[in-house]
């Protein structure tokens, strides 16, 4: 009987590291970076979501090394999509004249931080060789004091 109870026990921690080594991995932790490749795909354990990024829509952006009028902008196109709802494509942009850095999610904020590489004068960026940056923030509640 006591060799059936170690067996037993064996058997158990045997399944446990098993099971343990399945996990997947959590996703970024909000407040902290993480950047996607064109296609890739986090998921955003805080709000329960993944975000996919999907292209880049517009790459206005003034190359370095040139003098320009206006900053440009660069736009990534992001599929957001929910564990519980339908995905939507959200458009995230470098300059905020141009449109939104940030997407409500939640009681969050997932914010566009960087679009790589910069342009550089001579030179076009092959589609797939863009990095998008963006971190999960939690949303400071607005009120009056």
Excluded at 74 to 98: F, K, R
């Amino acid at each position: 009987m006591n060799r059936l109870a170690t067996l037993s026990v064996v058997a158990f921690g045997f399944t446990a590291i098993v099971v343990a080594c399945d996990e997947k991995p959590t996703g970024p932790e909000v407040g902290s970076e993480f950047t996607l490749e064109v296609g890739e795909k986090a998921s955003l354990d805080a709000v329960q979501t993944s975000v996919r990024f999907l292209a880049v829509a517009e790459d206005s952006r003034c190359p370095s090394q040139a003098q320009c009028v206006w900053a440009g902008d660069g736009a990534v196109v992001l599929e957001i999509a929910p564990a519980t709802g339908d995905a939507a494509e959200h458009a995230l942009h470098t300059n905020p004249e141009s449109g939104p850095g940030a997407v409500a999610l939640a009681g969050y904020e997932l914010t566009l931080l960087r679009l790589d590489p910069y342009p550089e004068i001579p030179g076009d960026i092959a589609p797939g060789a863009y990095r998008a940056t963006l971190a999960l923030y939690e949303q400071l509640e607005s009120g009056s004091d």
